[in-house]
């Protein structure tokens, strides 16, 4: 394939310019980092999973009417999604009390909270993702009062859809981050959800064990990221297209 030029390259994806106007290349690397990137490894196979896994619940946000930048997977690891302008937040929705959650207000893991609960963190890693209100979001112009709303009915969508396949799969969505793009239409704009939904943005517990099956196995050196990935693809019928992984027998017309 000609080479593409790269736009950007993050912790876990690269961007490169897309075929046509207005669409991107997203390509998911095997890099994986924690406490901004003061941890940091190469998990095999990590980039495979999530490339699927994301495929997997945006298609079926799209198909529940819930926008997102995702056009189609090209291959194992890469993407084709709509060029947006990402809103510099980080949408965290949470169903259970874990992680900073804990540290801030001293509540133990696990417990159930009375509602899900919306965040807003500004995405700046110099400044560690620091948590924002709406006053500060609308201070600084990051989004409008108009946009917060839509953001939030998004967010919320996007918590009932993946906690209900979740759910149906005997996993728990603890928390999870989205990130939020806008897409111009003429001079109209509108907000779709964008960058990726893979278990490295959502805290996703086993109902029954309580097994963590996310990025907090790699934080918290729990044991094999990859085996965590794939068990989650495993139940959701999402595996790789590989001579060892066979998903389930197809009818040959
Ligand atoms: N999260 C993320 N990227 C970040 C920060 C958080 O994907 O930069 C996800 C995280 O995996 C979890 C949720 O957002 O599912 C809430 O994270 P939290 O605020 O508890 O932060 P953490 O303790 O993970 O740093």
Excluded at 34 to 57: C, P, W
Excluded at 136 to 141: C, E, K
Excluded at 231 to 236: D, I, N, P, S, T
Aim: net charge negative.
């Amino acid at each position: 394939m000609a080479r593409r030029k790269k736009l950007y390259e993050g912790k876990a994806k690269i961007l490169y310019e897309g075929p046509e106007p207005g669409t991107l290349v997203q390509y998911f690397k095997d890099d994986a980092t924690a406490f901004n990137a003061e941890k940091r490894d190469v998990i095999e196979g990590k980039g495979v999973l999530n490339n699927r896994l994301s495929e997997f619940f945006m298609d079926g946000l799209s198909a529940i009417g819930v926008p997102t930048h995702f056009i189609r997977r090209l291959n194992m690891r890469e993407q084709l999604v709509r060029s947006v302008e990402i809103i510099p937040l980080e949408v965290i929705v949470r169903n259970r009390a874990a992680g900073s959650l804990c540290k801030r207000l001293g509540i133990p893991e696990g417990e159930a909270l009375p509602r899900p609960i919306v965040e807003f963190c500004f995405k700046n890693d110099d400044l560690g993702d620091p948590l924002v209100s709406e006053e500060h979001i609308i201070a600084f112009g990051w989004a409008s009062q108009q946009d917060l709303d839509d953001m939030v009915s998004l967010a919320l969508r996007v918590n009932d859809f993946m906690s209900g396949v979740m759910l149906a799969v005997g996993i728990r969505l603890v928390d999870f981050k989205i990130e939020i793009g806008r897409v111009w239409e003429g001079d109209f704009q509108r907000l779709v959800v964008a960058d990726e939904i893979s278990p490295d943005s959502c805290r996703l517990w086993d109902i029954r064990t309580g097994e963590k099956l996310d990025k907090d196995v790699f934080r918290q050196d729990l044991g094999n990221l990859a085996d965590a990935y794939t068990e989650v693809a495993r139940r959701l019928g999402v595996l790789p297209n590989n001579t060892t992984q066979m998903t389930k027998p197809h009818l040959i017309n």
